[in-house]
């Protein structure tokens, strides 16, 4: 994601806002008609604990120990908020599910956590949200050479939805997690017909968080990532963090995104808390 800041996001207590960064147009635009089916994709997650990552899998730059336990957390958890005992990382859901909405117990559960911590940003494009973008996303998505007005709005939202979760960051005092992770699920808004509009939107949110300082990975799935992208290959994602995938086979495969495998997140929860269960590769 553009130039990556080596030691996590320059948050302080105050709200963040937009800053001005020179913007980028996705790298390639979509294939016509469907994207082929991968055959480098893991097997699903079975319901009970799947197996741990393979032992020489790390990936080069990671700065998860190799084959670390840890778990994430969000809105659904607020009872929990403190997680599971004995955890090497810990990542802290920003929103309430969707773009422009907050987790009502964000700062008791990043206080409540052991350090490093993350936190991930739910994603989307809906041409209705623009109403959110402030004059400096929607210059910034103007600047977009060879772009479609259409294009520009997307990049707008994007753009949007991090300024908006850096203000949520600001005042529920999240400062300095080790990662920003884009979370991109289906069950959010898309356009299932112009995948460039997704991309536009993504980009204008990892522009975004890289020009706060923050390192960027993004949480998919491999078929989700293919339908909402056209199997997108950005430079500017950092890694990936793989969804609902056995650990031993996903750490050893290429990312959806093109960079490196740094999380698998398992269907099985911890043991003692009904927290999401992560492992490092």
């Not at 800041?5 to 105050?14: E, I, N, Q, V, W």
């Not at 090497?88 to 964000?106: E, P």
């Not at 290959?233 to 031993?248: E, K, N």
């Amino acid at each position: 994601m553009l130039a990556l800041a080596a030691a996590g996001c320059s948050l302080g207590g105050a709200p963040g806002s937009t800053v001005i960064v020179s913007p980028a147009s996705p790298d390639t635009t979509p294939p016509t008609g469907a994207s082929p089916a991968r055959t480098d994709e893991p097997s699903p997650a079975p319901p009970q604990p799947a197996s741990t990552p393979r032992p020489g899998a790390h990936p080069a730059g990671s700065p998860y120990p190799a084959q670390s336990h840890g778990y994430d957390i969000s809105y659904p958890q607020c009872a929990d908020a403190a997680g599971p005992a004995g955890a090497g990382y810990a990542i802290v859901g920003v929103n309430g599910g969707k773009a422009f909405t907050r987790n009502s117990c964000l700062f008791d559960e990043w206080t409540r956590t052991q350090e490093p911590r993350s936190v991930y940003l739910n994603s989307g494009y809906n041409p209705e949200n623009y109403k959110f973008a402030d004059q400096r996303c929607r210059d910034l998505g103007a600047r977009l050479g060879g772009s479609t007005p259409a294009q520009q709005e997307a990049y707008a939202i994007g753009c949007a939805e991090a300024s908006y979760s850096y203000v949520v960051m600001g005042q529920d005092r999240v400062s300095q997690p080790q990662m920003c992770w884009v979370d991109v699920e289906s069950s959010n808004s898309w356009d299932e017909l112009d995948l460039n509009l997704n991309r536009y939107s993504l980009q204008g949110m990892f522009d975004q968080l890289v020009g706060h300082g923050c390192k960027v990975g993004v949480y998919a799935q491999y078929k989700e990532w293919r339908a909402l992208t056209g199997d997108w290959h950005t430079r500017s994602v950092a890694a990936d963090w793989v969804s609902l995938a056995v650990p031993y086979e996903a750490c050893g495969l290429s990312g959806f995104s093109g960079g490196p495998v740094w999380l698998v997140q398992e269907l099985a929860t911890w043991p003692d808390v009904p927290v999401d269960s992560d492992w490092a590769c």
